[in-house]
């Protein structure tokens, strides 16, 4: 297994945020990192009954129709503080703790958590999600921690071959995390002959679910400008073939469209992760 020096230069980063606290002071949140619980997640076996149009947190797709330079698109990008987010534990200390949805009651003694509470119910929305079932094509695992998510990754990968990592980067310092986006340059497509994506789940702890889909996939890089001036180096996939997807995904009710009809894509959260790997120039 081996990385670009862009690629761990980027992990270096990751892993310098999400350590910057261990031990109990790994398991204090804030009360805003609790809400939206499953926004801005991409997940195709993840149901919502009930889509609100006009929720900001779930403005993250769009089709690959909508990929050309000067086309404005409406884009949720959450701003994280990090000494108030959760963090990696090591994998000794995340192996020690379950992760079982039957496990939630004492989970919740564990981490000071009532029933009712916000908390209580994005556990238990993470752990119920991480358990679903995969649907066809897909391989999932929800990663505990660093060493987890390069196993998965890892067993994904070619090893003989490199592999490395991109996300979202801020470019400008900005509090703003929903506005109109345009697209300022030609969207760049990242070649990859396989691809894993890694979404942070809200928990008390970082959580990864990260999953592998044999259909077709296109990742993008795609530099914007927000209204207020920001700027966004956003990582981008767009899934060309939903035809397996649940019927109730939030993208079709917000995209108008039917499962299998279009591609659909969406951006990527700054804090989660697209590894791939580049085509074989051997065939």
Not at 75 to 96: G, M, N, T
Not at 250 to 273: K, M, N, Q, W, Y
Request: proline residues 6%.
């Amino acid at each position: 297994m081996s990385f670009g020096v862009t690629s761990w230069n980027l992990l270096l980063h990751i892993l310098l945020v999400m350590l910057a606290n261990n031990g109990s002071e790994s398991r204090k949140m804030s009360q805003e990192n609790w809400e939206g619980i499953g926004s801005s997640l991409q997940l195709p076996s993840v149901i919502k009954d009930d889509v609100d149009q006009n929720d900001q947190s779930s403005m993250i797709f769009f089709t690959v129709k909508d990929l050309k330079v000067g086309e404005k698109l409406p884009i949720y990008f959450p701003r994280k503080d990090p000494s108030s987010s959760p963090h990696l534990l090591p994998r000794d200390e995340a192996a020690s703790i379950p992760f079982s949805l039957k496990e939630l009651p004492q989970l919740l003694n564990l981490f000071s958590f009532s029933q009712d509470s916000p908390q209580a119910k994005a556990m238990q929305y993470t752990l119920r999600t991480c358990e679903l079932e995969p649907i066809k094509g897909e391989t999932k695992f929800c990663a505990t921690s660093l060493d987890s998510m390069l196993d998965f990754t890892s067993g994904v990968f070619d090893l003989e071959r490199d592999f490395s990592v991109v996300t979202t980067t801020f470019l400008t310092n900005s509090s703003t995390s929903f506005q109109n986006y345009t697209i300022l340059e030609v969207p760049k497509e990242i070649l990859s002959s396989k691809m894993v994506a890694c979404h942070t789940m809200p928990y008390p702890y970082v959580i990864f679910y990260c999953h592998y889909e044999e259909s077709e996939n296109k990742v993008f890089k795609i530099l914007l400008g927000g209204e207020n001036g920001d700027k966004v180096e956003a990582v981008a996939v767009c899934h060309m073939d939903t035809s397996h997807w649940s019927r109730d995904h939030v993208s079709f009710h917000l995209l108008r469209i039917e499962p299998g009809t279009l591609p659909v894509c969406h951006f990527f959260p700054a804090d989660h992760l697209l590894w791939f790997q580049p085509p074989s120039l051997i065939q």
